[in-house]
């Protein structure tokens, strides 16, 4: 964590540095995360119980650095964290936070174009017409829909369109009107092709036959999450992004996704489940890209692969514009909501230091 995660690499000499030599040993970014599990087991599920949680990063473990070897280190040595009040609550304590130190918010608008003049960014235009006058510009939303949307057309928004992109998710948010205590906060479903069910999403870019598939019942860990004697229950299905060919059929691989995961939970004797339901939330990558803006509707921006990582990651400032920052998924450190507040920190300090603010 401190050599690598919470280091901003600015200059290419911090990354490849001699000092960073017994990193290549101690974190095996060149060994190949599945095949490094081999050297410590023999069983494919226990192989796959100990790399399925590259998905969190949008990563197949047969192409994952050996490093993401730290998420399954991380999830039995510190254990899963749940916020309490659920995972907008973090949002809203740090809105609070912001609007404590006099941050002004402006909502239900976006930003259609950041102004450019030389060198230098000098603020936003919102698609609401109104114009907001910037010192400097601090950009959230995911680097390459920044880079190909909202500045004037370069080289960069190009070299966007050749990089590698994360997986997605078709999701399911049910509401429904009976509790089922049988089933736990957390339910993994691995796929018995694991390999294949990679493939299929890396580089089909395709729903499995059989996917593997993640269930979550936040009612179990937080009564607040549904009303007496109800239950709410997440449902996601890692599948490959956005191919912009425009052949994938979203409405037939969602619908061929919720009876995936309604036959998975009939097998935990769940199979009421459909007759249930009171109501329902989806999203596809379709949704993804209109709703967030992620590009390619890759659920975890940039992808993670060793040549997008680190100082190889977009950096937190623009090479040509000197007041434009970026934060979030697809620069250094990545995705995860821990991971793009640690970026949050990087830019943040560097602001400060650049703009001489603060002591
Ligand atoms: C189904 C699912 C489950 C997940 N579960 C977890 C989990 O349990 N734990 C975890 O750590 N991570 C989880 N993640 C990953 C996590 O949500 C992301 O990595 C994280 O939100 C990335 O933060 P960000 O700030 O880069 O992007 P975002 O959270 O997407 O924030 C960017 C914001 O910019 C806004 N925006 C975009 N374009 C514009 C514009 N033009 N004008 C104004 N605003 C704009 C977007 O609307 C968005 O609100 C999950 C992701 C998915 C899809």
């Given at each position: 964590?401190?050599?690598?995660?919470?280091?901003?690499?600015?200059?290419?000499?911090e990354?490849?540095?001699?000092?960073?030599?017994?990193?290549?040993?101690?974190?095996?970014?060149?060994?190949?995360?599945?095949?490094?599990?081999?050297?410590?087991f023999?069983?494919?599920?226990l192989?796959?119980?100990?790399t399925?949680?590259?998905?969190?990063?949008?990563?197949s473990?047969f192409e994952?650095p050996?490093?993401?070897?730290?998420?399954?280190y991380?999830?039995?040595?510190?254990?899963?964290?749940?916020?309490r009040?659920?995972m907008?609550?973090?949002?809203?304590?740090?809105?609070?936070?912001?609007?404590?130190?006099?941050?002004?918010?402006v909502y239900?608008?976006?930003?259609?174009?950041?102004?450019?003049?030389g060198?230098?960014?000098?603020?936003?235009v919102?698609?609401?017409?109104?114009?907001?006058?910037?010192?400097?510009?601090?950009?959230?939303?995911?680097?390459?829909?920044?880079?190909?949307n909202?500045?004037?057309?370069?080289?960069?928004?190009?070299?966007?369109?050749r990089?590698?992109?994360?997986?997605?998710?078709?999701?399911f948010?049910?509401?429904v009107?009976?509790?089922?205590?049988?089933?736990?906060?957390?339910?993994?479903?691995?796929?018995?092709d694991?390999?294949?069910n990679?493939?299929?999403?890396?580089n089909?870019?395709?729903?499995?036959?059989?996917?593997?598939?993640y269930?979550?019942?936040?009612?179990?860990?937080?009564?607040?999450?549904?009303?007496?004697?109800?239950?709410?229950?997440?449902?996601?299905?890692?599948?490959?992004?956005?191919?912009?060919?425009?052949e994938?059929?979203?409405?037939a691989?969602r619908?061929?996704a919720r009876?995936?995961?309604?036959d998975?939970l009939a097998?935990?004797g769940?199979?009421?489940?459909?007759?249930?339901?009171?109501?329902?939330?989806?999203?596809?990558?379709?949704?993804?890209?209109?709703?967030?803006?992620?590009?390619k509707?890759a659920?975890?921006g940039l992808?993670?692969?060793?040549?997008?990582?680190g100082?190889?990651r977009p950096?937190?400032?623009?090479?040509?514009?000197?007041?434009?920052y970026?934060?979030?998924?697809?620069?250094?450190p990545?995705?995860?909501v821990?991971?793009?507040?640690?970026?949050?920190?990087?830019?943040?300090?560097?602001?400060?230091e650049?703009l001489?603010?603060?002591?």
């Open positions: 964590m401190e050599k690598l995660v919470n280091r901003d690499f600015r200059r290419a000499s990354f490849f540095s001699p000092v960073n030599l017994p990193l290549l040993y101690q974190i095996k970014p060149l060994a190949k995360h599945y095949d490094h599990m081999a050297r410590y023999d069983q494919p599920r192989k796959a119980a100990f399925f949680q590259d998905v969190y990063m949008g990563l473990p994952a050996a490093t993401f070897s730290m998420m399954p991380t999830e039995l040595a510190h254990g899963v964290w749940y916020p009040g659920g907008y609550r973090i949002v809203e304590s740090l809105v609070e936070l912001a609007q404590a130190a006099g941050v002004e918010f239900g608008t976006a930003v259609a174009q950041i102004i450019t003049q060198k230098a960014v000098r603020g936003v919102l698609a609401d017409g109104r114009t907001l006058q910037a010192d400097a510009i601090v950009a959230n939303a995911d680097l390459p829909y920044v880079y190909q909202l500045l004037p057309p370069n080289g960069i928004a190009g070299q966007m369109k990089k590698r992109y994360s997986c997605s998710v078709i999701s948010f049910w509401g009107d009976k509790t089922y205590p049988e089933l736990p906060p957390h339910t993994l479903f691995l796929a018995d694991y390999r294949g990679f493939d299929s999403i890396i089909d870019l395709a729903l499995p036959q059989t996917p593997s598939l269930i979550h019942a936040p009612a179990r860990l937080d009564s607040a999450m549904a009303p007496p004697g109800e239950d709410t229950i997440t449902a996601i299905v890692p599948v490959g992004h956005l191919d912009e060919t425009g994938q059929d979203w409405p691989m619908a061929q009876q995936i995961v309604f998975r097998g935990l769940m199979g009421d489940l459909p007759a249930h339901i009171k109501f329902e939330v989806n999203y596809t990558p379709l949704s993804w890209r209109k709703r967030y803006n992620l590009v509707g659920t975890h992808g993670h692969n060793l040549t997008q990582l100082y190889l950096h937190n400032r623009d090479a040509h514009y000197h007041n434009l970026f934060v979030g998924a697809s620069t250094h990545g995705t995860g821990p991971t793009a507040l640690v970026s949050a920190r990087h830019t943040a300090v560097r602001l400060l650049e001489e603010i603060g002591d």
